[in-house]
Every structure is written in structure tokens, then in C-alpha cells.
């Protein structure tokens, strides 16, 4: 491994050095490990990064050279150029050279070798980016001037990156108006065999997203019903017999804590986001239609089927608040459904699970009530009204993708029992 960042580039350099590389602060520059040049057309429809290129990227001159029969065959029909990261291997493996790096104050190879990576993107012209890799989407975000992860003041309209596993599956609208999808290259499996079905739809929607195709749009739902509508959806809901997908938005963790809206959904009828509080506490309604509306929820919660994504949660304050009185009530539950399901390995959060049965932005960090608790005082009204429209929307579109992937879950057992 180098140790100065100040060496001499060779000759086989000068290509990378030309379209931007910083080889002369590199700490790969003298490890006779690349550069692996980028391969494709350069008007391609879709830019695949890798992370960087291990001994058979390097040995064939390709980049992404393990999984380039894969991508083949997923992205048939799709023009598209692969480059990595970093252009060379940094042996054996980036986080066992980082420590080597800093320790020997070496420079970084993910900071020279930025601007080729930064050129890249910039002379790419299609319409969809696919980051195989944790690295490679942390560099995307990084030459877009993207943050990724959570800040302790996350403001409404913040775009920002969730953290890659979260991220996984969910294509993100970078500044110019390019989608970013982040996944694992398929060579994962090797570790993480589990993971391949999600990787497999990663790559096809990056595809879709490349040939110009669209996220799928928000569901019909109903904001702010009034009482009659509320009692209507009710009526309806109960006659029909269906199970009802239940999701509440609170003020807090506890038992106690405020339930601000719950949302309903039932096949056959359009999301109703029941509200019942404010963000800011004020309440929706007077006591007296606050008591209506708790006592049509009560009824529906205690005679239909219900289903629900970690339902022991949401059933802990509904019992408590009494907006659901039998405390025997079995439901069906999303988490539980995945856990004995064939990705009984993957996560088991709502982000991971919908990712493999609709194609969404991951919207969560933006209105998640724990971004809302410092921010609130601050905001216009009109901002304010904005932000109930979002927190509601933000119900509806998780009622949305619960249904969608409780459905596929379903499905999915159907066939392995087949
Ligand atoms: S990783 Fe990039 S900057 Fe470093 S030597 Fe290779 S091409 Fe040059």
C-alpha cells in the first residue's frame, strides 16, 4: 500500500488524470491496481456506478466486470455506461484501506478521484443513475452537493439521502432531475443470498426509470372528510366485510401520547385520512364531533378485520385511548407476514418491505413527526396547513404501500405453498 499522497502518476494514468482524477494525491496511484476506465456509450440511457473494481474488474479492464452478465441480462433493452467510484482497487477492500490511509496521513482515493466520477455524471445525459454500492451513492450525493442521512434540524423540503440500506430500492430525484436509484451490485448474494430477489428489482426499475418511466403516483385519498364522509366510509367499510388497513400518526411513542390522525384503507374504497389532532395539539374537531368521530373508529376497530405494519404498536394506543376496546382482537400483521415469508432475512421495516412491490421516493425523513416537534412555531400559517396536507399524505401513501406489499407478501406464500 502507498504511503504518500504525492507520488508520481504512471503512465497509464494519464487517461484517468485527462477526465479529471487526482492521481497525483492518490494513495492507489503507485499500486499497479487500475485505473478501470469507464465502458459504454456516452450517450447512454442509463449511468451504472459501481463502488470501485476488485482483481477481476482489474485483471479484464472493465469495471463491474463480476456482475456485467447480470446487468446484461436485466438491462437488456437499455443502453448503459458502468464506471465505478474510484478507479482503482483499493486492496483489500475500502474500509481496511481507509484505516491504512488515515493512519499513514496518505490522502483518500475517494476524494481524488471525485472529479472523474463528477465529469462523468456531468457529461451523462439520460435520465436515471444506478448506484450499486454504499460508496458509490455516497459519491453520487457527494458530487450533487447531497446530504445523506438524518441531521439533528431536518426542515420540511429538506432533500436529503437516507442511509444506503433505507435508501435501497428507492429512487431519489437529484438536483437536475436525474433519479438516483441505490442498491447492492448482484455479487451480494455471495454474502447476503437473501438480498437478490430486491437487487433483481433494483436493477429492472432502474431500467424502467431509464427508459423514462415514472415513480408510481400517490393513491386517491380523502383529506380532512367531514363527519358524514367518515361515517359513510365507515358504513361501507363494515358492509363489505373486508379486512382494513390501519395506520396511526402520533405525537409520541407511549400509550398516552396524542393520536393525531389514523388513516383507513380497504379495497375498493380511496385512503381516509381521519384526523383527530393537529401537529401542533390544537384539536380538529369540537369535543362533541372529536367524541363522534372516536366512536365510529371504536365500532369499525372492534367489528372488522384489521391488518397493520407492527400492529402492536399502533393497537397499544388504540386501546388505551379507546379508539378500539377488545383487547383479544387479532389482526393481521405486515411485519410478522415478512418475517415467515422468503425474505425472512431482509429487514422488516416498511421501506424495505414496499421497495419490491411499488416503485416510490422514500418520503419519511421529510415529514416524520420527530422532524416536526422543533420547527413547528416557526411556520407561517400557510406553511403550517402545508405541513398537515403532508403529514396526512405521508399516512395516506403508507397506508398505500402497506396494502400493496401486504398483498404481495400474500402472494409470495401462496406460491411457495403452490
Ligand atoms: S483511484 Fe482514481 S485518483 Fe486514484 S490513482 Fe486511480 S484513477 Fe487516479
Not at 133 to 162: I, P, Q
Amino acid at each position: 500500500m502507498a504511503t504518500s499522497a504525492y507520488r508520481e502518476p504512471l503512465p497509464h494514468h494519464i487517461p484517468a488524470i485527462k477526465s479529471g482524477a487526482n492521481c497525483a494525491r492518490c494513495p492507489l496511484v503507485n499500486e499497479s491496481c487500475g485505473p478501470v476506465a469507464g465502458v459504454g456509450p456516452a450517450n447512454a440511457q442509463l449511468l451504472v456506478v459501481g463502488d470501485y473494481p476488485e482483481g477481476p474488474e482489474v485483471d479484464a479492464g472493465r469495471p463491474i466486470e463480476t456482475d456485467w452478465s447480470t446487468l446484461r441480462r436485466l438491462l437488456s433493452g437499455v443502453s448503459f455506461r458502468v464506471v465505478n467510484s474510484i478507479a482503482c482497487y483499493p486492496a483489500p477492500d475500502l474500509k481496511t484501506a481507509r484505516k491504512i490511509w488515515k493512519r499513514n496521513k496518505a490522502g483518500s482515493a475517494e476524494e481524488a478521484c471525485l472529479d472523474l466520477l463528477r465529469n462523468e455524471l456531468s457529461a451523462f445525459g439520460g435520465h436515471a443513475i444506478l448506484a450499486l454500492g454504499e460508496h458509490a451513492m455516497a459519491a453520487v450525493a457527494k458530487c450533487y452537493g447531497v446530504t445523506v442521512g438524518r441531521g439533528a434540524k431536518e426542515r420540511s423540503g429538506d432533500k436529503r439521502l437516507a442511509a444506503h440500506g433505507t435508501q435501497r430500492g428507492h429512487p431519489f430525484r437529484l438536483p437536475d432531475g436525474k433519479w438516483l436509484l441505490p442498491s447492492y451490485p448482484p455479487k451480494h448474494k455471495r454474502r447476503a443470498p437473501h438480498w437478490y430477489g430486491a437487487i433483481v428489482d433494483d436493477i429492472k426499475n432502474a431500467a424502467h426509470l431509464a427508459k423514462g418511466g415514472d415513480v408510481i403516483p400517490d393513491p386517491d385519498w380523502i383529506y380532512r372528510p367531514t363527519l358524514e364522509t367518515i361515517l359513510d366510509w365507515c358504513f361501507k367499510s363494515r358492509a363489505s366485510g373486508q379486512p382494513v388497513m390501519v395506520d396511526i400518526e402520533t405525537a409520541g411513542l407511549d400509550s398516552a401520547s396524542q393520536i393525531r390522525c389514523v388513516g383507513l384503507g380497504q379495497e375498493g374504497l380511496p385512503i381516509i385520512i381521519v384526523p383527530r389532532f393537529q401537529i401542533d395539539g390544537t384539536p380538529y374537531w369540537t369535543q362533541r364531533d372529536l367524541d363522534k368521530v372516536d366512536s365510529h373508529l371504536r365500532v369499525l376497530h372492534d367489528s372488522t378485520p384489521l391488518q397493520f405494519q407492527n400492529g402492536y404498536f399502533d393497537t397499544r394506543l388504540l386501546l388505551h385511548q379507546g379508539l378500539m376496546t377488545n383487547r383479544r382482537k387479532t389482526w393481521q400483521d405486515l411485519k410478522d407476514l415478512h418475517r415467515n415469508s422468503r425474505e425472512s432475512d431482509c429487514s422488516h421495516k416498511l421501506a424495505s418491505i414496499s421497495s419490491r412491490f411499488a416503485l416510490v421516493e422514500l418520503w419519511k425523513g421529510d415529514v416524520d413527526h420527530k422532524a416536526l416537534e422543533y420547527d413547528d412555531a416557526e411556520l407561517t400559517p400557510e406553511q403550517k396547513e402545508q405541513r398537515e396536507y403532508e403529514y396526512h399524505l405521508y399516512c395516506a401513501r403508507d397506508i398505500d404501500l402497506q396494502m400493496r406489499s401486504i398483498r404481495g407478501v400474500v402472494c409470495w406464500q401462496a406460491e411457495d405453498l403452490a
